[in-house]
């Protein structure tokens, strides 16, 4: 199984220099600098998702409601400045809606067990229409002067790298850290690959699935703020778009198993680089929206079913934690 998930991922990364290098010497303006600064800030924020995404997959789930998660709690902050509110209470105020909505995933999915697709699906439609009911008073928040002591988070470079992808590299070393490092990261791998076991030998199961769903709602956060930082807004309605599946592309063709215990943050940079190289190709290509969900569906389905038959599930070990 190692071998076959190391040629996964080789294969990938070798899909993507084709597809680079090809963009570059045929398809006018893919080599243009800005355009490639351009694709490099997108990826970022796709990646930044993609980590958040990746814990949760690794730990048998899904989450759907992270593009929720992203727009509504940085919106929250945005717009809680314009209307005068203190930077410190408007910071407190977004990030406590973030970590309730990881914890109520995380309680549904955990101790109500409830399947994450059908939590996350509920749960990203009710924080999404909070937002439009009851926060946001146009569906684009303009980023306020007030909070420009933190746009250097998207805004800028260093070294020449744009800071959302200084940001995306940041949150990388640090879910690194989290799954290879540390304990809770082995606990994330072990409910993966075997939740009866895990559960059998003592491991404090139903708060490591909570605290997966919690960082996924954090990380939405974080991404929320990067992204709002490097465009000067926050497109609301973005929770309406078809992001999740990109990220979920980005997950599923780096190579992280739908089956759980699998992959890790080298996948989840593998898959981004691939998506958003191909996402920026087909724009440039001026390929319709429309066809664009076409080919993304397409691909998709395919890697699920490369992953159905690379990393197939047992009937003992599909019992629990199906998404």
């Known amino acids: 199984m190692p071998k076959l998930r190391a040629t996964q991922q080789t294969i990938v990364f070798i899909l993507f220099l084709v597809m680079f290098g090809g963009f570059l010497l045929l398809l006018p303006g893919f080599a243009q600098v800005d355009n490639l600064l351009t694709l490099l800030q997108n990826v970022a924020i796709l990646g930044i998702l993609g980590l958040g995404m990746a814990v949760v997959v690794i730990g048998r789930g899904i989450d759907i ?4 998660a992203l727009a509504v709690p940085s919106g929250f902050l945005l717009q809680s400045v314009s209307n005068g509110q203190s930077i410190e209470v408007a910071a407190l105020q977004a990030l406590v809606l973030s970590l309730l909505f990881g914890l109520v995933n995380g309680w549904l999915v955990a101790y109500a067990e409830v399947p994450s697709l059908f939590t996350t699906l509920a749960s990203g439609l009710f924080l999404a229409g909070l937002g439009q009911a009851a926060i946001f008073q146009l569906e684009v928040v303009q980023w306020p002067q007030a909070l420009d002591a933190m746009v250097w988070i998207g805004r ?14 940041l949150a990388c070393a640090l ?6 490092r540390l304990r809770a ?3 994330i791998y072990a409910i993966g690959d075997n939740p009866f076991t895990a559960r059998a030998t003592g491991l404090p199961t139903r708060p490591i699935i909570l605290l997966e769903y919690l960082l996924a709602a954090l990380i939405g956060l974080f991404a929320g703020l990067v992204m709002a930082a490097s465009v000067n807004s926050m497109p609301t309605r973005i929770y309406n778009s078809t992001m999740v599946y990109d990220v979920v592309l980005v997950v599923v063709l780096g190579g992280i198993g739908l089956s759980g215990g699998r992959g890790g943050v080298v996948n989840v940079i593998i898959g981004t680089l691939l998506i958003g190289t191909m996402l920026n190709g087909m724009t440039i290509m001026d390929i319709s929206y429309s066809v664009q969900n076409i080919i993304k569906g397409l691909v998709l389905l ?3 079913l490369i992953d159905s038959a690379l990393n197939p599930r047992n009937e ?5 934690g199906d998404i």
């Open 65 to 68: 409601s992270m593009i929720a």
């Open 156 to 169: 800028g470079s260093l070294g020449g790298i744009p800071m959302p992808v200084v940001m995306f590299g």
């Open 175 to 180: 879910m690194a850290l989290l799954l290879r």
């Open 185 to 187: 990261g082995a606990f």
């Open 302 to 304: 395919g890697a699920i």
């Open 316 to 320: 003992e070990t599909a019992q629990q």
